[in-house]
């Protein structure tokens, strides 16, 4: 007989996916729950606008205030505009999370790739579609990978770290829902927990990766896979996990030369 919460989870998982119009360059956004009204999106039209405007200039000036001036400069905004984000540079960094999250629904090459009905292959399970976008989503930071222990900085701030470690919970669901993940025991907790941990490493890395094509990455982020099993059963609770893997980003960085 099943429990209420795995009931719960299974309604808030297989219901139909809703859709509304956001404040944001990509223009819908589905969500999970048929239960509830999808949420806004987190900045407004004119915030969205800078924001949107000031991503070019992140590869050349980081995530910084400068960015920041310069995106508002572009859409035609003065320069006082950007007091718009208390957050400062933070903001760009969560925009630029934000809308990275949202584009990994676009790729269908992954989440439903075409295969060869008269070939023998088989279509990628769950698991491989986990990797893939795993993967695709540290590839999109190619262009900005200089820059990222910049945001990394910026995120482990103390009052940064709560909505940082948000964002890693939605981007951990939402890669395992693209995936096609509809499992409503007690593995949805565990499993979000463990790539959340398999990703922020990876990402980590990245920051210092000087190889080719990122391949370094690539291999350790395979690695941290294997491991993930692992990991999850030595931190054990989420809140503990959380912990571990905050305190392990920041002293990486630090032994990297990044003042944080």
Known sequence: MATPM?????????????TTPLTSTLTTRTYHSGDHPPPPGPFNAIETTILSSSLPHIPVHGFTP???HLGAKDAGYLDA???LFP?????????YLYTQRQALASRTDITNPVVDPSSKTRPPGVGA???????A???????VASKLPEALALMSLFGNIRPSLKELHLLSDEIWFLAGDVAVDSSWYTKRASLGAVYAASEV?????ASEGFGATREFLERRFEDSRVVGEAVGGVGEWVGFQAGAAVNLLRSKGVRI
């Not at 795995?6 to 809703?18: C, E, I, V």
């Not at 957050?87 to 925009?95: C, D, E, I, N, T």
């Not at 890395?205 to 990766?209: G, L, P, Q, R, V």
């Open 6 to 18: 795995a009931t719960s989870l299974r309604l808030l998982r297989l219901r139909p996916r809703t």
């Open 66 to 68: 400068t960015s920041l």
């Open 81 to 83: 505009s950007t007091n």
């Open 87 to 95: 957050g400062g540079a933070f903001s760009l960094v969560q925009y």
């Open 129 to 135: 579609k986990v990797k893939a976008l795993t993967w």
């Open 137 to 143: 989503r540290l590839q999109a930071n190619a262009g």
């Open 205 to 209: 890395f990245m920051s210092t990766d």
